[in-house]
């Protein structure tokens, strides 16, 4: 399996509760964030984003938090699964020109217990 | 994974050889970029390419040159592979519409002996 993630800060959530998993972004000029999935072995999977003018974004069992004040990010999965075991990390775009230049986060692992 | 595709999937190779990694992409995106994982490390950015001929590098390019002859290939070339270069390469795409998201293909772990 993948060697990343060795290191890596680990939430444990029993299935069926809630998971919230935290991340702090560097660079206030940021605009735009991204919550990535990785499972092992596999290319991080797109959740959801969200604009820096919101603070607030629902998807499906997912919902994103923005606090532009203290740069901080939060994810909160619903009534979690053992599917959602895997390493979260987030992105962030800061505006430079058209390129789309994301600087990533080192992720935290969620492991979902029976 | 949007339509992309890495070849190879896994590559053991030796100090001092070259190696080249293909992005391949079936959706007609512009921008293509190439990162590598480490543990301790998020995605760092190689080099990217916003259009066919036109690339640019990123915050770890040392060592790797890339290429783009067509829209849908995206090369990355270890010219004289490295020990250090022992990683997961990640190639993705942006996504159209304007948002900055990017798709990322499914990767090839590049052992360097």
């Known amino acids: 399996g993948e060697s990343v993630g060795l290191h890596l800060p680990t939430l444990s959530v029993q299935e069926g509760d809630n998971s919230i998993i935290n991340c702090a972004y560097s660079n206030s000029a940021s605009d735009y964030f991204i919550w990535y999935k990785q499972e092992s072995g596999k290319g991080p999977q797109f959740i959801i984003d969200?604009?820096?003018?919101?603070d607030k974004r629902q998807g499906q069992r997912v919902t994103v938090l923005l606090n532009k004040t203290v740069k901080h990010l939060s994810l909160q999965i619903a009534a979690t699964q053992p599917g959602d075991s895997a390493v979260y990390f987030c992105a962030e775009n800061a505006p430079t020109g058209t390129a789309s230049k994301l600087t990533f986060g080192t992720g935290t692992r969620l492991q979902v217990t029976l | 994974d949007a339509g992309i595709t890495q070849s190879p999937r896994h590559k053991v190779t030796e100090t001092g050889t070259p190696v080249t990694l293909r992005c391949h992409q079936t959706e007609n995106h512009r921008y293509m970029y190439w990162y590598r994982q480490d543990p301790g490390h998020g995605l760092r950015l190689i080099h990217y390419s916003y259009g066919v001929k036109d690339t640019d590098k990123g915050e770890v390019s040392d060592g790797y040159s890339v290429s783009r002859s067509k829209t849908e290939d995206f090369l990355l070339t270890l010219e004289s592979a490295t020990s250090s270069q022992t990683s997961v390469y990640f190639c993705?795409?942006?996504?159209?519409?304007?948002?900055?998201?990017?798709?990322f293909g499914p990767g090839t772990r590049l052992t360097v002996l």
């Open positions: 993705a795409i942006r996504g159209q519409g304007g948002r900055d998201t990017q798709y």
């Open positions: 969200i604009r820096s003018n919101m």
